[in-house]
């Protein structure tokens, strides 16, 4: 494609991302899906959008110096691809203005210019982080690596790693998970035979060890109270090795149709996937009291996952949290009647503000006085994760990004007595 073209196409698609009526993943999706281009101009167009939305502030700001419609100054400042083929798109004025934005020096900018976050971010996460917030902002403002769980029900992570390799697919063992392979770039898995076996599955090292936690174990009756497309689901039967019965409750019927491909790969039988109106559905208060573990990776704010996701720390906003934190409180409630005396309960999501976190753990367990906390770096390194200790917060697990390089997670774990 010519590069005036492809420029034009991220301009065109700039418009619509940034009115932040719909996700960005699902706009890029549908455009996709309308324009034909091939593997390289949709990867340029994907990476321009997702580098502005990543850098807003600071392209905001640089693009007021500059001329022509507004997204097509956001879409040269993030261009990805050559500098060369951008500058074949370009007027003289144009060039000339690049250059000037590219003598900017970041210590000569203000703070929302570099740290490219929404100004009702900042002081929660400068507060938690105090002078990591930077080392944060960095991570958060860069792509996410590919991490796979290998499905264990089929294959061994040793020899997925030998398998990929002779795919030249080069891969590290993930340092935490037991199951997790990282690739070095994304590459497109999908056509790969251990990926349409069900041999692998995407999924983040952080969503691993919220999997790991929950100790699924053969025979036992375990309820993922907020499945989604199932990528913990999977994990956990994975545990139970096809044994028991794993729920997969959800309130989206078009999520839980995401898991149904997965779970044929997969190979697993003990799921049983569930559309449910509310936490109080009368499905779930019928089996108040019978179940061995739950895990509730609760709705959240996904701020944990902007690597993935820039657009969301524009979608959101503080009433949106207060929204979140009553609807996280009453699933954590009613998903907690469904243990039975001994069993276990994780609480779970990917978000890094307090609020939704600690707040919400603490909250539960002063009214909840019958589930006792457990220590969560104990339970990893019980379950083999090496250096556990570093991946907790108090009794909690909390990941970041910028230590981890995980998402970044949190996760409460307590026993009913």
Not at 204 to 223: F, I, N, P, T
Not at 267 to 273: Q, T
């Amino acid at each position: 494609m010519h590069p005036k073209a492809l420029l034009d196409s991220c301009s065109e698609l700039l418009k619509q991302v940034l009115k932040f009526d719909h996700p960005a993943d699902m706009v890029l999706s549908r455009y996709f899906r309308e324009f034909r281009l091939g593997p390289r101009e949709r990867a340029t167009v994907a990476e321009t959008i997702y580098d502005v939305l990543r850098k807003k502030n600071l392209y905001t700001y640089l693009a007021q110096h500059g001329s022509g419609p507004p997204e097509r100054r956001l879409a040269i400042l993030g261009f990805a691809a050559d500098r060369d083929f951008l500058l074949a798109a370009l007027t003289d004025q144009e060039i000339d203005w690049l250059k000037r934005c590219d003598q900017v020096k970041p210590a000569d900018l203000m703070e929302l210019h570099r740290h490219n976050l929404p100004a009702w971010l900042v002081e929660p996460l400068k507060e938690q982080l105090g002078d990591d917030f930077w080392p944060l902002v960095e991570s958060l403002n860069a792509p996410a690596g590919l991490d796979m769980r290998v499905n264990t029900l089929k294959d061994k992570r040793a020899d997925i790693q030998k398998e990929l390799t002779r795919a030249s697919l080069k891969t590290v063992a993930t340092p935490y998970s037991p199951w997790g392979l990282r690739l070095a770039d994304k590459s497109q898995l999908g056509k790969l035979d251990a990926f349409t076996r069900g041999a692998i599955e995407v999924q983040d090292e952080g969503s691993q060890l919220l999997a790991l936690l929950v100790d699924a174990k053969r025979g036992e009756m375990v309820v993922d109270f907020c499945a989604g497309a199932g990528g913990k689901t999977l994990a956990l039967g994975a545990m139970m090795r096809n044994t028991g019965r794993l729920y997969a409750f959800d309130t989206s019927g078009h999520r839980l149709d995401a898991l149904k491909p997965r779970l044929a790969r997969s190979g697993l039988s003990n799921v049983h996937p569930v559309a449910i109106a509310h936490e109080r559905d009368d499905r779930i208060k019928r089996l108040a009291g019978k179940i061995d573990r739950v895990l509730v990776d609760a709705p959240c704010s996904g701020l944990g996952t902007l690597r993935r996701n820039p657009d969301l720390k524009w979608r959101q906003n503080p009433k949106a949290i207060e929204e979140l934190v009553a609807k996280q409180t009453a699933i954590l409630q009613s998903a907690a009647r469904l243990l039975k005396p001994g069993g276990r309960l994780v609480y779970a999501t990917c978000s890094v503000l307090r609020q939704e976190n600690e707040a919400i753990a603490e909250a539960f367990g002063a009214a909840n006085k019958e589930f006792t906390p457990l220590e969560t770096g104990s339970l990893l390194t019980h379950l083999g994760v090496e250096h556990a200790e570093t991946l907790v917060s108090g009794p909690h697990l909390r990941l970041w990004p910028h230590l981890h390089h995980t998402d970044g997670f949190f996760a409460a774990v307590w026993e009913k007595a």
